[in-house]
């Protein structure tokens, strides 16, 4: 699936029960979103589990680079904006904590 936020296109996949507790699973630079295959395999009859490529990835936009930890930020809060998310668990490596902490500071 795909959906136009913060100027990109961005591809995501959601996936799980409507009415379950949604899980977003942010990928690291030079993946994709099925990085998580399998942990969205063993969580989606639990949860809502939402993967997305990052800018410049996967099957998302590549705009021109450089690339900001606030641009990110603001592609996922856009993200979950157009999907009606109003809150999620986040699983995340290194790269993304830094984002999600970014993320957690900016957006009120």
Known sequence: MKATVNGITTQYELEGPLSAPVVTLSHSLAANLHLWDAQAAALQDRYRV????????????????????????????????????????????EFNRALLAFLATSVR
Request: charged share 25%; aromatic share 4%.
């Open 50 to 93: 939402l993967r997305y490529d990052i800018r410049g990835h996967g099957g998302s936009d590549v705009p021109p680079a450089p690339y900001t930890l606030e641009q990110m930020a603001d592609d996922l809060h856009g993200l979950l904006r157009a999907l009606d998310i109003a809150e999620t668990h986040e699983a995340a490596d």
